[in-house]
């Protein structure tokens, strides 16, 4: 085994190890009979819909990307839907976040579309979830102060602040690297080897390719309203599940928890395991002083739900498509830049 494949190696069990770190505290530190109650007491017909919900968020991830995409080639939304919950479906049961390099390069495999435009469409989708996240959190602290508790509310109107200062800094990068894009590439492909040069010259293209909506003030407003949209259902997702614990939740909290929870999918473990369940409970025990058995109860179903159903999904899609995952775990090692000069 090569250096490179044991460093590898040592990562993914490092992001296992973390995931069971966490998840083993976050049991340990609840009453699990209390939390056993509060499970045995959720309303069911609530919490199908907010698994409908759910679901639909997928789908307008899917159609998204796939407006996207536009500039690059347009895609039929079987493929859009089907990679996205493959995708999905890889990180939840690959360490590392692996379906965020899989689904983009599973979609050029069905496709025929340029890798590295696949790739920087991810970057792009996260943009446009950072913005929408933060906006959305402003709203909330702003419209759910009352419900909010007011010890953390300072803390809460500064991070606002600061991560959409860095926010708007990162789009103005990208804008300004796609105004000057034919420069960047130049100045890009001056750092490799000169035979390298044409063909790491060509992937960057691509890459700004991927990025080229960013650009179109037209089709950034049209997947903006989309990504606005996404995130609010997120947040109705979260309202729902809270009526089906039967405790309410306006909406305003919901994306302010939403974004704490995105902060707890940063950490490095297969499908969030033990960092998302933390975020969901600090958001409902610190910020809505609900009570830890409930919160708890609240996060495992809550992780559930966004995980569960769509790995299902996304593995019957590898496997109706002939996919194993070893075969979709070697996707990511194929695409090189040099690929991108054909």
């Not at 796939?66 to 690059?72: A, D, E, N």
């Not at 609240?298 to 109706?320: D, M, N, Q």
Request: aromatic letters at 8%; glycine letters at 10%.
């Amino acid at each position: 085994m090569g250096g490179q494949a044991r460093r590898h190696l040592w990562k993914i069990v490092a992001s296992i190890a973390l995931a069971i770190v966490l998840f083993g505290v976050f049991l340990w530190t609840a009453p699990l009979a209390e939390v056993g109650k509060a499970l045995t007491q959720v309303k069911v017909g609530w919490l199908l819909a907010s698994l409908t919900v759910a679901l639909l968020t997928y789908a307008l991830r899917a159609l998204r990307w796939g407006l996207i995409l536009r500039p690059v080639g347009r895609v039929g939304t079987a493929n859009l839907l089907g990679c996205t919950a493959a995708g999905f479906a890889t990180s939840t049961v690959l360490p590392l976040r692996a379906g965020e390099v899989v689904r983009p390069l599973l979609l050029t495999a069905r496709t025929g579309l340029p890798a590295a435009a696949t790739l920087a469409s991810i970057l792009t989708e996260r943009l446009l979830d950072g913005a929408s996240v933060l906006l959305l959190f402003a709203f909330g602290v702003v419209s759910a102060r009352d419900g909010l508790n007011p010890k953390n509310l300072g803390l809460l109107r500064d991070t606002a602040m600061v991560t959409t200062a860095g926010l708007a800094a990162a789009v103005v990068l990208v804008w300004f690297l796609l105004r000057r894009r034919d420069a960047t590439v130049r100045r890009i492909a001056s750092w490799a080897p000169e035979r390298f040069r044409t063909r790491v010259a060509s992937f960057f293209q691509h890459v700004l390719d991927g990025l080229e909506v960013l650009r179109r003030p037209r089709r950034l407003a049209e997947i903006a309203l989309w990504s606005l949209g996404l995130w609010v259902a997120i947040g109705w997702q979260l309202v729902l599940l809270a009526h089906a614990f039967g405790f309410p939740m306006s909406f305003g909290e919901a994306f302010v928890v939403v974004a704490v929870s995105v902060i707890g999918l940063a950490v490095p473990a297969p499908a969030g395991v033990g960092g998302f369940h933390w975020a969901i409970r600090f958001g409902l025990t610190q910020l809505m002083s609900v009570g830890v058995p409930t919160a708890t109860a609240f996060a495992l179903v809550h992780h559930a739900i966004c995980f569960f159903p769509i790995t299902v999904l996304g593995l019957a899609y590898l496997g109706s498509v002939g996919l194993s995952l070893g075969r979709v775990r070697a996707l990511g090692a194929e695409t090189r830049p040099d690929a991108e000069a054909t």
